[in-house]
């Protein structure tokens, strides 16, 4: 039977992610219990017997949460997005929130390129059609990368990598970040643009950013009204970041020529009004789930908390 030092830190990992933190933990001389898929309240009321708690995105660390965990010092997030912490509860009972930035960044940008190839080239339907022995070779005309314009909204480490990979494509790459604005001198290959000029000259718009504090889109019907009717929109960001009732009409309308999803307002997305749309394409989540970037993201986070909790260290804390 395990022999249990009272004094040694206790963490509780939530969601499912590379063993390589449990792993990790457990050589850093602290106790860890792995148990994924609990309900809001299971959560609450076994959360006081931990010291720290990491999670991906299915579990949504609630103030309850955070308040019900009375012996709580850390809260790690496997991944770079941290909205589904509160982290206004986890400052005010002077929680640590530590995420993993620059983990998954590359898997994200790659997926999101399999996206734009997707839809540029009708990938899906082409395949679908073919597997069906339609032979739609007249059907599927698609259209080049090469010398359109990508207008990025965002310059994290992602819209950084993905404007990489598309200016290396021979993609015309515009940016609107305040961040990006700021140091645009060390990137005269990209233009810093205004939202308005973005929407306006984009072939391709896709978000790299983070959702809006109050939760409103960045891009509505006002602004898809000024696209041009070629546009492509891809966003792998957050769902939050185009009202989905707007993109609806837009699609169906035919006011922009497609778009592809792998976020969505209500995740899961087990039902949505975009289902069954013919020129859009949706994956579930699934940006940063190479086995790759999980190793990463698991290993950073592992790590993190045994400097954490073994020499006091704090890394990529978003809350201090
Ligand atoms: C993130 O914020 O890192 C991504 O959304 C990936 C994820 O953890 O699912």
Not at 157 to 167: D, L, P, T, Y
Request: one cysteine or more; hydrophobic letters at 40%.
């Amino acid at each position: 039977m395990k022999k249990l030092d009272l004094n040694m830190p206790k963490i509780l990992i939530a969601d499912s992610m590379d063993s390589i933190a449990e792993n990790l933990l457990k050589e850093g001389n602290i106790d860890v219990d792995v148990n994924i898929g609990l309900t809001p309240d299971q959560l609450i009321k076994i959360i006081k017997e931990y010291d720290g708690l990491i999670v991906r995105s299915a579990t949504k660390v609630t103030k309850e949460i955070i308040e019900a965990g009375l012996n709580l010092k850390v809260i790690g997030r496997a991944g770079a997005g941290v909205d589904n912490i509160d982290l206004v509860a986890a400052s005010n009972n002077k929680i640590i929130v530590m995420n993993t930035p620059g983990g998954n960044t590359n898997a994200t940008a790659e997926h999101t390129l399999a996206l734009l190839f997707s839809l540029i080239r009708n990938i899906p339907y082409a395949n679908y059609g073919t597997h069906k022995g339609l032979w739609e070779k007249k059907k599927f005309k698609g259209n080049e990368l090469k010398g359109k314009t990508l207008g990025i909204i965002g310059f994290g480490n992602v819209g950084r990598r993905f404007a990489e990979m598309c200016f290396s494509l021979g993609l015309n790459v515009i940016i609107y970040s305040k961040y990006f604005n700021s140091i645009k001198n060390e990137f005269l290959n990209y233009e810093s643009v205004n939202l308005d000029f973005l929407v306006k000259k984009s072939d391709i718009i896709s978000f790299h950013c983070k959702a809006n504090d109050n939760g409103n889109p960045i891009i509505t019907m006002q602004n898809i009204t000024n696209m041009k009717k070629n546009c492509l929109i891809i966003n792998t960001a957050r769902g939050n970041l185009i009202d989905e009732n707007d993109l609806k009409k837009a699609l169906q309308q035919n006011l922009i020529k497609g778009a592809a999803l792998d976020v969505f307002i209500k995740e899961p997305a087990t039902e949505n009004q975009l289902f069954g749309l013919n020129n859009i394409i949706l994956t579930p989540h699934i940006a940063a789930s190479t086995s790759e970037a999980q190793i990463i993201v698991a290993e950073m986070i592992g790590k993190q908390f045994c400097n954490y909790f073994n020499k006091n260290e704090v890394s990529n804390a978003v809350n201090l």
